[in-house]
């Protein structure tokens, strides 16, 4: 069984930065992307951005290019969401996912395998 715990989320001011880390543990399993979602409450589930294990390239959607950061350490197992500048519409559960098919791009949900619990980020004005 894979597991995928993130840390890092709490309550934070607006213009404060973040680092949301999300370990992979588990059985052996051979990642092809991680990404990051968010939600919000009443929202639907939102892609962020994901990081290919092989190559690290990346990919942000529009609302967050600039600000967030997506990293790996492949020793750790473990994706980073650097967040900079916070905004008080940054508020959401954040929740990291892993796919292990190969794909053009990893989007969408249903393209990711793994999910982990989710961590709150609240970010007052």
């Known amino acids: 069984q894979v597991q995928l715990i993130e840390s890092g989320g709490g309550l934070l001011q607006a213009g404060d930065s973040l680092r949301l880390s999300c370990a992979a543990s588990?059985?052996?399993?051979?990642?092809?992307?991680m990404g990051w979602f968010r939600q919000a409450p009443g929202k639907e589930r939102e892609f962020v951005a994901y990081?290919?294990?092989?190559?690290?390239?990346?990919y942000y959607a529009d609302s967050v290019k600039g600000r967030f950061t997506i990293s790996r350490d492949n020793d750790k197992n473990t994706v980073y969401l650097q967040i900079d500048s916070l905004k008080p519409e940054d508020t959401a559960v954040y929740y990291c996912?892993?796919?292990?098919?190969?794909?053009?791009?990893?989007?969408?949900?249903?393209?990711?395998?793994?999910w982990g619990q989710g961590t709150q980020v609240t970010v007052s004005s």
């Open positions: 996912a892993a796919a292990t098919r190969l794909y053009s791009d990893y989007v969408r949900p249903y393209k990711y395998d793994y």
């Open positions: 588990g059985r052996t399993f051979r990642s092809s992307a």
């Open positions: 990081i290919r294990w092989s190559g690290g390239s990346t």
